[in-house]
T-cell receptor
Framework: AQSVTQPDIHITVSEGASLELRCNYS??????LFWYVQSPGQGLQLLLK??????LVQGIKGFEAEFKRSQSSFNLRKPSVHWSDAAEYFC???????????FGTGTKLQVIP | NAGVTQTPKFRVLKTGQSMTLLCAQD?????MYWYRQDPGMGLRLIHY???????AKGEVPDGYNVSRLKKQNFLLGLESAAPSQTSVYFC??????????????FGPGTRLTVL
């Protein structure tokens, strides 16, 4: 069965510092991969997605993610974090003939001045 | 363009009561979804619909029913609420027919407490 792991429940970074959020998946083939962000009290918003091609994907708000097949990973990065990036981030995969979606448990990001 | 809206935003039920959550989208999307979000468990798909008049079970469908009588609306029903159904419920929609691979647009959520 497919699974998505976000090993970090909570991460704290200083404003201006770089950020990397980890996402690992378990699936036989290459899935479709997504990163969503959820601000407090809000629904989820898509940051970026990967289907095929260039393994480095650019998204909104200055985020990027890199797909590494050998590591079954799709880590999210940002070179300089802003206070407004404080939110919860979810990785998701679509597999099963594109009829099954699985979300990770989320990583809550705190940004300190 | 309101996007995806959910009604109500908050609700408290007693065990055994019933209720219906309404999701509406004005983007002419084919796919609609209902998720529940619980602490430490991420989002789990309850039911989804690939078009008007069709519904399908997701990962955790037990205790819920859904209907999609109109393309823009997707209703989630709890016939006999249980404390285990205390959660935040999110509705989402996406355009591309035939796949989950399109971007999902989420509503703001409904916080349900079952006493």
């Amino acid at each position: 069965a497919q699974s998505v792991t976000q090993p970090d429940i909570h991460i704290t970074v200083s404003e201006g510092a770089s950020l990397e959020l980890r996402c690992n998946y378990s699936y036989g083939a290459t899935p479709y991969l997504f990163w969503y962000v959820q601000s407090p009290g809000q629904g989820l918003q898509l940051l970026l997605k990967y289907f095929s091609g260039d393994t480095l994907v650019q998204g909104i708000k200055g985020f990027e993610a890199e797909f590494k097949r050998s590591q079954s990973s799709f880590n999210l990065r940002k070179p300089s974090v802003h206070w407004s990036d404080a939110a919860e981030y979810f990785c998701a995969v679509v597999t099963g003939g594109y009829q099954k979606v699985t979300f990770g448990t989320g990583t809550k990001l705190q940004v300190i001045p | 363009n309101a996007g995806v809206t959910q009604t109500p935003k908050f609700r408290v039920l007693k065990t055994g009561q019933s209720m219906t959550l309404l999701c509406a989208q004005d983007m002419n999307h084919e796919y609609m979804y209902w998720y529940r979000q619980d602490p430490g468990m991420g989002l789990r798909l309850i039911h989804y619909s690939v078009g008007e008049g069709t519904t399908a079970k997701g990962e955790v469908p037990d205790g819920y029913n859904v209907s999609r009588l109109k393309k823009q609306n997707f209703l989630l029903g709890l016939e006999s609420a249980a404390p285990s159904q205390t959660s935040v419920y999110f509705c989402a929609s996406s355009y591309e027919p035939g796949a989950f691979t399109d971007t999902q647009y989420f509503g703001p959520g409904t916080r349900l407490t079952v006493l």
